[in-house]
């Protein structure tokens, strides 16, 4: 793809991630919350594309729109009912959230005007070069340098604690 | 054997001589659109008489017989019928979930749609990762169910709504298993390159056993997950009216109607490039003749051969069983199908190392 035509997809998706995000946090109701926030999730998906990240592109949309954000919505369908809002924020509240905002704003900026930005002239990037799913499964599990089993199996441990967890949340006898 | 590439060359090279790079690439994702789109509203209307006469035929009937020979145009009408119908408002839903929810059901099939590799030279997205990418797109429908359950503020759509994503996330599991043990064989998750190693044989002859078991299991689980046969119970006209669209009217009803029954065209087609060669030819290895004669048998015909005796399948089941309870389906996904396709696995993984 040209670099222009990468330039304006990459603008679009930007655009609708903003509003999309916005939206997230400021609407009343919360199944709407977590539908814009799928919106931007998805268009993070879509970011990752444009990289040529094709493995992290799918897995952000099967971990996070095809588990993590159903399991939001079966939990706000079994704990709110029809017609709930969220109460609005007291004024401590508002402050706290507007100083996050601005302290993530600075910290990026400053991020990124300290490096320069490789995006446009990086022969890596632009072009049809995608990582095989083959490197990526080696690196997964292998245990030399920069690879990462024993991450891997921490997380499968992890996993195993919730199962049981939930199981046993589950089965009160 | 003809490939499509030559077609698709021949559009590139003369978009390119008449207009810039950048306008003809444009000009080029324009018409992919157009193409998928077509494709899929033809072949949903397709799908929806075949479903039409196979049932009458099992219930002893002759279906619709009235618009043009053998009533082949019926769903035409049915088509213009529903383009022309009113759409309800309903008092006291969330009207932009209630509409958005349509479209995450058609966006989520029609990404899948445009995934599937239909002839030789004729595939539109091939990514690294395809059989991952499937898997993963077809997940967004499950959101559209919940919120179009929950959007239209009724009893009946909201447990419509529930049962269908529990039903939806459990069977997926086996979905994605059964289709694992094919990547296990092929090494591969590119389904350009899944479809070019079966030239010689078919997976499910190649692979024994194990393929064998694992084309059984995706055949029900897929059938599971479009919603349909003895696994209806989100729609049980029975008990839910119609399950999580019942207060949808018009196109919007359609856009579910469309999606469900191409989601049982997608299954069958992902089924066929999985297990029966996709658009590859049937290649008995030392038939020298036999092989050269199937050879001319263009690659669309073999594609669509295939699926819709997937699709035959499906429909066979679908009005011959009745309906199971919804505890009786969660169970024997969670209790019998998973185990084997994970047992499954380990067997294809053993037949691979051998």
Redesign the interface.
């Known amino acids: ?2 670099a ?2 990468e330039i304006i997809v990459f603008y679009i998706l930007a655009a609708v991630i903003t509003v999309s995000s916005i939206l997230a946090v400021t609407s009343r ?1 919360m ?2 919350a977590a ?1 814009f926030l ?1 919106v931007v999730l998805l268009c993070t998906a879509g970011l990752y594309l444009l990289l040529n990240y ?2 992290l592109a ?2 952000q ?2 971990v996070y ?3 993590i ?2 399991l939001f ?2 939990a706000i ?1 079994l704990t709110s009912s ?1 017609g709930d809002r969220s109460e609005s924020h007291d004024r401590r509240r508002r402050i706290a959230a507007f100083a996050a905002a601005l302290a993530g704003a600075v910290i990026t900026i400053v991020a990124t005007a300290k490096h320069k930005v490789l995006y446009g002239d990086n022969a890596t990037i632009l072009g049809d070069n ?5 490197q990526i499964g080696h690196a997964l599990i292998g245990d030399g340098k920069y690879e990462y089993l024993l991450s891997f199996e921490a997380l499968s441990i992890l996993l195993l604690a919730c199962i049981i967890g939930g199981i046993l949340i589950a089965r009160k006898r | 054997m003809w490939s499509f590439s030559q077609l698709t060359d021949w559009i590139d090279r003369s978009l390119h001589s008449v207009m810039g ?2 306008w003809a ?2 000009v080029e994702f324009i018409l992919i659109g157009v193409a998928i789109l077509v494709a899929y509203a033809v072949l949903a209307l397709f799908l929806i008489y075949a479903e039409r006469k196979i049932c009458a035929f099992f219930q002893c009937r002759i279906g619709p017989n009235r618009v043009g020979k053998w009533g082949i145009f019926q769903s035409v009408a049915d088509m213009i019928k529903i383009l022309l119908k009113e759409l309800i408002r309903i008092d ?1 839903s ?1 009207k ?2 209630f509409r ?1 929810a349509a479209f995450f059901v058609i966006i989520g099939s029609i990404c899948t749609f445009g995934a599937i590799p239909f002839a030789k030279g004729l595939h539109a997205i091939d ?3 395809g059989v ?2 499937l ?3 077809s ?2 429908g ?2 559209g169910i ?2 179009a359950g ?2 239209s ?1 009724s009893k009946y759509t ?1 447990i419509g ?2 049962r269908s ?1 529990a039903q939806l ?1 459990s069977y ?1 599991i086996s979905a994605g298993l059964s289709l694992m043990t094919i990547v296990i064989l092929s ?4 389904l350009s390159e899944i479809v070019e190693q079966q030239g010689q044989a078919w997976f499910i002859f190649k692979g024994g056993l194990p393929a064998v078991i694992a084309f059984i299991t995706y055949l029900i689980a897929g059938h599971a997950e479009t919603n349909r046969g003895p696994f209806d119970q989100p729609e049980a006209e029975s008990e839910l009216t119609a399950g999580y669209h019942t207060e949808y009217s018009g196109i919007q009803f359609g856009f579910f109607y469309l999606a469900e029954y191409l989601n049982a065209f997608i299954i069958a087609a992902i089924a066929t490039t999985m297990f029966l060669g996709g658009w590859q030819p049937l290649h008995i290895p030392g038939w020298e003749g036999f092989n050269r004669i199937m050879d001319y048998i263009p690659s669309v015909i073999w594609f669509f051969g295939k699926t819709c005796f997937c699709i035959f399948l499906a429909f066979w089941v679908r009005w011959s069983f009745p309906r199971l309870r919804i505890d009786q389906l969660l169970s024997f996904e969670w209790k019998i199908l998973m185990p084997i396709c994970l047992i499954n696995l380990i067997l294809m993984s053993v037949y691979v190392i051998l």
């Open positions: 793809m040209g222009t035509a109701k199944l709407r539908t799928l094709h493995f799918v897995v949309l099967s729109a095809g588990g954000l159903i919505i079966f369908l029809k995608e990582i095989p799913m083959k | 790079d950048g690439l444009t006291n969330d932009f979930l958005a990514f690294n990762v991952f990418y898997t993963a797109v997940s967004l499950v959101v919940l919120l929950w959007s503020n909201m709504a529930m994503g996330i997926e090494g591969t998750m590119q």
